[in-house]
């Protein structure tokens, strides 16, 4: 079974898995660098990929005989990228746990706005389209408001990645103060959820006077 065979499946962001596929399989540069960039579903699905994609790799560059279903099991790995792409999946020996990635999202968000010196934090919509169709496999086209309350949040699998604005309270170190949200993020994301922070990309938008410095600041 080829790629080709299993047909095209999209990640929320419109973006296609075969084409991050083949882009991770031949080492190939990504076709549109400012999308894959800004996008948190093309970057974990990305990183989940090469996880994905590493056996078959490994195998075809050693002198042994490949596994024939070996590529037909990664495939349907990969699928399950698209198929899932609005839901975190933990996989456990009794079943599967889902986490809505407005969820993620959300606990995200909570715990950088208690980051002493945030005064504002918002998700990082960034230059991502999610199609109006819902041809994103079971589950996966959540409504409007739920789109929005995910913005910044990409998961693939138990992996997340998430992008960040946020706004500081006047007087802080910036760069010091992006560290603090991130090391914030990834702990709060991880023991709430047991799910893999990829990355946390924080960029600082303003800074306002008499912001909140303590306490839990106003979140969009």
């Known amino acids: 079974m080829t790629r080709a065979d299993l047909g095209a499946d999209r ?57 024939p279903d070996l590529v037909t099991k990664v495939m349907l790995q990969v699928r399950a990228l698209a198929r899932d792409g609005w839901h975190t999946v933990i996989a456990g020996p009794l079943g599967s746990t889902r986490i809505a990635t407005w969820v993620v999202a959300a606990l995200a968000r909570s715990a950088a706005g208690r980051v002493p ?26 409504t409007g408001r739920r789109r929005r309350d995910a913005r910044g949040v990409g998961v693939a699998g138990a992996n997340v990645v998430i992008i960040l604005d946020v706004v500081a309270a006047y007087g802080h170190d910036l760069n010091a103060l992006g560290d603090a949200v991130r090391a914030a993020v990834i702990r709060h994301v991880q023991a709430l959820t047991g799910l893999t922070v990829l990355e946390v990309n924080v960029t600082m938008v303003d800074v306002v006077e008499g912001g909140a410095t303590t306490g839990t600041p106003e979140t969009f």
Do not use: I, K, Y
Request: hydrophobic share 40%; with cysteine.
């Open 11 to 67: 990640l929320p962001c419109g973006a296609s898995v075969d084409s991050l596929l083949e882009q991770v399989a031949d080492g190939a540069p990504p076709s549109d660098p400012q999308h894959q960039r800004d996008c948190p579903h093309c970057r974990a699905a990305v990183h989940a990929l090469r996880g994905l994609w590493e056996p078959v790799r490994t195998l075809a560059a050693a002198e042994v005989a490949v596994p």
């Open 117 to 142: 010196g945030v005064a504002l934090t918002l998700g990082r919509a960034g230059p991502v389209t999610a199609p109006a169709t819902g041809a994103l496999g079971t589950g996966a086209s959540p």
